[in-house]
């Protein structure tokens, strides 16, 4: 037993950041519908998405800086964004990602209590009409982005953890943000929209448990595949890093880009490995 559980610990601690690289949001805000658009969310610690029983929209916008977060050399294979979600009434709704199509901001208003009616917007603020409070306006009220989804809905229930990808997900948009095709705006996230209280509440970068921010993993395959790690040096610490994304259906253990993880992904690794860089 000891050895077995030796080996778990190894591959915890050798294989932390090999494949993987996770980043937090730059910024997040929250689109709250009213027609002034003089409300905000910016700094606060929850955001929304759905209808509220008003009848009132929420959306979510939110963005990484993924530029320059893989290493020199690194394939980029699959990306995936993790949200908490933390308080709602609705039942199971489906949520999804659009990409932004217009830049937006994060000013300073700080929504008070449960912060579902916001606050008043401050200069830079993304609103329900403005990109950038008070002077400049999205092209469509609700937020300019693409209308198909870049991943398919979260189904969004109770409370916890709720991600998209990172095989079937957001790895386009990411793609395109890396080699400059499309212009990083991040995302805006959508609710259920069509009708009944389908009201969900997020967790945002400021929330003060870290564990329940948004966080965005990029999954990538090293120049050096032998050297898993990146350290330099190819030895066993290497074997354990990819056995840890092998374990873990990491889209960095698909080597052979079949589309899924498998014993073929660990002989091929195991080859190059024997082989070295
Ligand atoms: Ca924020
Ligand atoms: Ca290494
Ligand atoms: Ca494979």
């Not at 009132?56 to 977060?69: C, K, M, P, Y």
């Not at 294979?77 to 933390?86: D, F, I, N, W």
Request: aromatic share 10%.
């Amino acid at each position: 037993m000891s050895y077995f559980r030796g080996i778990a610990v190894l591959v915890l601690s050798a294989g932390a950041n090999a494949g993987i690289v996770t980043i937090g949001a730059s910024k997040d805000n929250t689109l709250y519908e009213s027609g002034l658009g003089d409300v905000s969310n910016g700094v606060g610690q929850h955001c929304f998405v759905g209808l509220t029983a008003e009848p009132s929209l929420r959306r979510t916008v939110i963005q990484f800086d993924v530029e320059g977060a893989l290493p020199a050399g690194a394939s980029f294979v699959g990306a995936s964004l993790r949200m908490h979600m933390s308080k709602t009434i609705a039942g199971v709704t489906p949520v999804t990602l659009h990409r932004a199509l217009t830049e937006w901001g994060e000013g300073a208003s700080d929504a008070a209590g449960e912060e579902g009616v916001g606050a008043p917007a401050e200069q830079g603020d993304a609103t329900w009409i403005h990109n950038d409070y008070n002077t400049y306006y999205w092209t469509q009220r609700g937020g300019d982005f693409a209308p198909a989804p870049s991943a398919p809905a979260a189904l969004v229930g109770d409370n916890g953890h709720y991600s998209w990808g990172p095989w079937h997900g957001p790895y386009e948009d990411v793609a395109a943000w890396l080699d400059g095709s499309a212009a990083n705006h991040g995302w805006v996230i959508l609710g259920d929209e069509s009708g009944g209280i389908t009201a969900k509440r997020f967790d945002t970068r400021e929330n003060p448990t870290e564990a329940n921010r948004p966080v965005l993993r990029l999954y990538y395959i090293p120049a050096c595949v032998a050297d898993w790690n990146g350290d330099g040096l190819v030895n066993t610490n290497d074997v354990l890093g990819f056995l840890n994304e092998w374990s873990a259906d990491a889209p960095s253990a698909d080597l052979n880009a079949s589309g899924n993880v498998n014993s073929l992904d660990m002989i091929e690794f195991l080859n190059k490995w024997t082989a070295g860089c």
